[in-house]
């Protein structure tokens, strides 16, 4: 069974941080891309950060310099390394699986809360 399971938020203060964890039940190698989203109340969903099979990455521009994404392919995991979480962070993250195929899958969600 394809599955995404994520794991490692909370509630944190303002200027904190926390890593969140995806951990998948496939082989990871392989795929294109990996990524975090997230969607705050009211609004839609956004990606965050994605890492490529080769390795490059890309960031929403409120997060650069703050929030790293990497790949564990050999734990089959995909972390998300925040810090100096801003109140504006708060969300529930998601982990987005892109296959070959054009198809994807998502995790349940993981809720970061960041109190000012």
């Known amino acids: 069974q394809v599955q995404l399971v994520e794991s490692g938020g909370g509630l944190v203060q303002a200027g904190g941080s926390l890593r969140l964890s995806c951990a998948a039940s496939?082989?990871?190698?392989?795929?294109?891309?990996m990524a975090w989203y997230r969607q705050a109340p009211r609004n839609q969903r956004e990606l965050v950060a994605v890492i490529f099979s080769g390795g490059g990455r890309n960031y929403e521009d409120s997060v650069k310099g703050r929030f790293t994404i990497s790949r564990d392919n050999a734990k089959n995991t995909v972390y998300l390394q925040m810090n100096s979480l801003k109140p504006e962070d708060t969300a529930v993250y998601y982990c987005n699986a892109r296959f070959l195929s054009g198809s994807s899958t998502w995790g349940q969600g993981t809720q970061v809360t960041v109190s000012s």
């Open positions: 496939f082989s990871i190698s392989s795929i294109p891309s």
